[in-house]
């Protein structure tokens, strides 16, 4: 994807000259939309991303956020990053996938963190498709080969399907690490004089162009012409790596550090300079190679995984080179940090000189214009109830995950109080002292593109309240977020039209739930013959919690069932729904909450009671699939709905903002969501192993056995 002209010419004029050949590639790297963010920079300043508890924002590889442990003597604080690799996961679903992980943990390492946790949210085409299947089959082995090598537990995350992927599928996965403050190292460069350090794998020929390659549309050729731009993992490398980055955090031999992902050694070197307001020396043949006969633009441009550039105090650089040895890494000193000019050298000769500052920051923004998506006129089919119950229950949208997350080892690492299958994850953070129980760090991750496709602003909105809502339901307040903006060609008014609605709804709710982004990623281009993917705001939220013992999802038989949030009698929409989606059909999206960010509060009080034995939110396949999702062979339910007009939309309508709470204090639940949001006493629970329901003169039965027959679907096929 050769420079355009208009960013030639800029480039001829601030450099005095043509660019080199290796100066061309460089920048069209660094411009280019996966790097430089030119279509998505003017609307991500409607985030906000600051808060008392935010200690590194947006700008950096990865945000640093506060935990409030309520130890004055530690400043304990969690790396929050996000990332998406979809068009090599196309291309080459497991190593797409898997170095996918291996670029969002360094990350996590270049700010001084420990990884302890992975997410990872997943859209492809109709299940049905055989194509679909094996591109699953090799995105699930690539994250689970490599985050299980690496010793990072897979704790979370979503899985979708949907036509809108079906020649572009996104795997986007985020990272959390674990640090004190105190050793906290960011990626802006210190000072002129000390020197810049390659730690790590050897660099070869993989990922050629890999940064310009994400900045286009996917070509009908491309699992075969783009194949040289998917990088090739190593997760033992990235072990040693992970290790050796402890170490050297430990005696503070790193000033500053990146890690090398998109657009490689010149991605990485550059932006740690110029953020600095500096430069940079670069002897490229110094770089420690895997393949003879390397070019400049080669060495400068790979994307080989598993390599970290440091910035070293020059006194520093010879222990750095002993614990590089120690973990049999390899270690490059490849220049240093000046006053001035970006520079790069091979065999005496000058490839690059540019501004570090033009380099990695100076691509213009582009204003495109954009087109308002239209909301479809209302459209509704009519199965009977019990026709649409089973078919809601075995869909692959609403289906177990087990096939997948059994794959990840989710408890390595000794954290995991909660893992895969639940509204969230939740982690033990520790309490060092020993005085307490420490504290619980939930996590969940996902979008919806049912919702989104829908209406992409509403549906950003209830994406957000749905991440907050799973938080809560495990009993912990939201703290902070990223996100990633997945869209298609942003050249196209109608689909930038829709990814700027996702962002306006995305932030939107944010701000209401006082939830602060504090980074993210974009991903646009996600285009193929089959066309534009839907809109879809990935967002990976956090939570904390007093404690680690969060309710289940899954009825325990010993008390009431409450639905808090309502059954929208006075709402009855179906738009986004998955049932709509499996049976045809147009509504308008639902009405969210007027007060989302009390109901998530309300429903955190609510779950940390000790009268609260399960809790379960509403969302894909609504209340029915819910209540589906929370029986057991031990522990049923017994459902009694009166007076209601619409059937389908009281059991099938997915509106975000509720949740199923088994309690035997009613009165307790109602008094806590007076004034906040309504709440219905819906049935009990029961010691039949069968869920039944009845609204007015229409019956759902159906025993948890059978159930969860149906609902293996993943299984069945994919075995």
Not at 9 to 28: A, C, K
Not at 423 to 445: E, F, P, Q, R, T
Not at 500 to 506: M, N, R, Y
Request: proline share 7%; charged share 25%.
């Amino acid at each position: 994807m050769p420079l355009a002209d208009d960013d030639r010419r800029r480039i001829t004029e601030r450099l005095g000259r043509e660019p080199t050949p290796t100066e061309s590639v460089l920048f069209e790297n660094l411009w280019s939309e996966h790097c430089a963010y030119r279509s998505s920079r003017p609307l991500l300043t409607e985030f906000e991303s600051e808060g008392e508890q935010v200690v590194v924002g947006p700008g950096d590889d990865a945000a640093v956020v506060g935990l409030p442990t309520g130890d004055e003597t530690t400043d304990l604080a969690i790396t929050l990053g996000i990332e998406s690799h979809n068009h090599p996961s196309f291309v080459d679903p497991y190593d797409g996938a898997a170095t996918g992980v291996g670029g969002i943990v360094r990350d996590t390492l270049s700010m001084g963190a420990y990884p302890i946790a992975l997410t990872d949210s997943l859209y492809f085409g109709d299940f049905d498709r055989e194509h679909t299947r094996y591109l699953l089959d090799g995105v699930v082995e690539g994250i689970a080969d490599y985050g299980n090598a690496i010793g990072v537990p897979t704790v979370g995350g979503s899985l979708a399907f949907h036509p809108g992927y079906e020649g572009n599928p996104l795997v986007n996965v985020a990272c959390v690490g674990l640090l004190d403050t105190e050793r906290l190292v960011t990626a802006e460069a210190q000072r002129p004089g000390n020197q810049l350090v390659l730690v790590g794998n050897a660099t070869g020929r993989d990922g050629l162009g890999g940064a310009s390659f994400a900045s286009e549309d996917l070509a009908e050729d491309a699992e075969t012409e783009d194949r040289p731009a998917v990088q090739v993992g190593d997760p033992y490398t990235e072990k040693l790596l992970i290790e050796s980055n402890e170490q050297l955090i430990d005696e503070e031999l790193i000033e500053s550090a990146r890690d090398l992902g998109a657009a490689g050694l010149g991605g990485a070197s550059a932006e740690l300079v110029a953020k600095g307001g500096l430069g940079a020396d670069i002897d490229l043949g110094a770089v420690h190679q895997r393949e003879p006969g390397m070019n400049p633009i080669e060495i400068l441009l790979a994307e080989s995984q598993e390599r970290m550039c440091y910035e070293v105090a020059p006194e520093n650089v010879e222990r750095v080179r002993a614990i590089a040895d120690r973990f049999d890494l390899g270690c490059s000193v490849i220049g240093e940090v000046v006053e001035g000019n970006y520079t790069c050298s091979f065999d005496g000769d000058a490839v690059v000189d540019a501004p570090a500052e033009f380099l990695a920051d100076g691509a213009p923004a582009y204003d495109l214009p954009a087109e308002s998506p239209v909301e479809p006129d209302r459209d509704l089919p009519s199965p009977d109830l019990e026709t649409a119950f089973g078919e809601l229950v075995g869909s692959p949208n609403t289906a177990s995950r087990e096939w997948v997350y059994r794959q990840y080892d989710h408890e390595v690492g000794l954290r995991t109080a909660r893992g895969p299958g639940d509204d969230s994850a939740v982690l033990a953070i520790h309490d060092a002292s020993g005085d307490g129980a420490g504290i619980g760090l939930a996590l969940s991750a996902g979008a919806e593109p049912n919702w989104t496709a829908a209406n992409p602003a509403a549906g950003a909105r209830a994406v957000a309240l749905e991440n907050a809502t799973n938080l809560a339901a495990k009993g912990a307040t939201p703290l902070a977020a990223v996100d990633c903006l997945n869209g298609g060609n942003p050249e196209n008014p109608g689909t930038y039209g829709g990814f700027s609605a996702i962002v306006d709804g995305l932030a939107g709710m944010c701000a209401d739930l006082d939830v602060p982004v504090v980074g993210g990623n974009v991903s646009l281009y996600n285009d193929s013959a089959a066309g534009p993917i839907p809109p879809t705001p990935t967002l990976a939220m956090v939570g904390v919690r007093e404690g680690y013992e969060a309710p289940p999802t899954a009825l325990r038989g010993v008390g009431d069932l409450l639905l808090v949030g309502g059954l929208d009698g006075d709402d009855p929409a179906l738009g986004g729904s998955e049932y709509l989606a499996r049976f045809g059909g147009a509504d308008r999206f639902p009405n969210l909450p007027d007060d989302p960010q009390e109901f998530v509060a309300a429903l955190a009080r609510v779950a940390n009671e000790e009268a609260t034995a399960a809790v379960h939110d509403v969302s894909h396949g609504g209340l029915a699939v819910t209540l589906a999702e929370m029986v057991t062979p031990e522990a049923g339910a017994r459902i009694e709905i009166d007076d209601y007009e619409n059937p389908a939309a009281a059991l099938f309508g997915e509106r975000p903002g509720r949740a199923v709470v088994e309690t035997d204090d009613p009165e307790g639940v109602e008094e806590a969501f007076d004034g906040v949001a309504p709440v219905d006493v819906i049935g009990r629970s029961t010691d039949s192993g069968r869920l039944d329901v009845r609204m007015d003169d229409e019956r759902l039965s159906m025993t948890a056995t059978t159930i969860a027959e149906r609902r293996s679907v993943l299984d069945a096929a994919m075995e």
